[in-house]
Nanobody, 115 residues
C-alpha cells in the first residue's frame, strides 16, 4: 500500500509563482510514473504534467512554458514549479504515483490565483 501526500498550495496573485510538492510513502517496491492533475469546479480532472522515473516529461498545452515538473527518485517525491500563474490555473491539484501498474492518489491541494 502506498500513501501520497501533496503540499504547497495556497492563494497567490496573477503572475506570481508557487511550488507544489508530493511525496509517496509506505510499502513501495518501485515508483514509475508520477504526475499532477487538476480539477476546477464544473470541469473534468485533467492532466497537468507527468514524469517518468527516467526523467521524460509531458505537459498540458495550457501550462507549457510556465510549469516545470521534476522528481527526486531517492525521496519518492515529485515537484511542480508553477510560474506566471493565471486565474485559469485555479483548481484543486492532485498528485498521482504509479507502482506496479496501480495508481495511488493524494487528497489534493487548493491553488487559487486571484488579485
Amino acid at each position: 500500500q502506498v500513501q501520497v501526500a501533496e503540499s504547497g498550495g495556497g492563494l497567490v496573485q496573477p503572475g506570481r509563482s508557487l511550488r507544489l510538492s508530493c511525496k509517496a510513502s509506505g510499502s513501495i517496491f518501485s515508483i514509475g510514473l508520477m504526475g499532477w492533475y487538476r480539477q476546477a469546479p464544473g470541469k473534468q480532472r485533467e492532466l497537468v504534467a507527468a514524469i517518468t522515473s527516467g526523467g521524460s516529461t509531458n505537459y498540458a498545452d495550457s501550462v507549457k512554458g510556465r510549469f516545470t515538473i521534476s522528481r527526486d527518485n531517492a525521496k519518492n517525491t515529485v515537484y511542480l514549479q508553477m510560474n506566471s500563474l493565471k486565474p485559469e490555473d485555479t483548481a484543486v491539484y492532485y498528485c498521482s504515483a504509479r507502482e506496479l501498474f496501480k495508481d495511488y492518489w493524494g487528497q489534493g491541494t487548493q491553488v487559487t490565483v486571484s488579485s
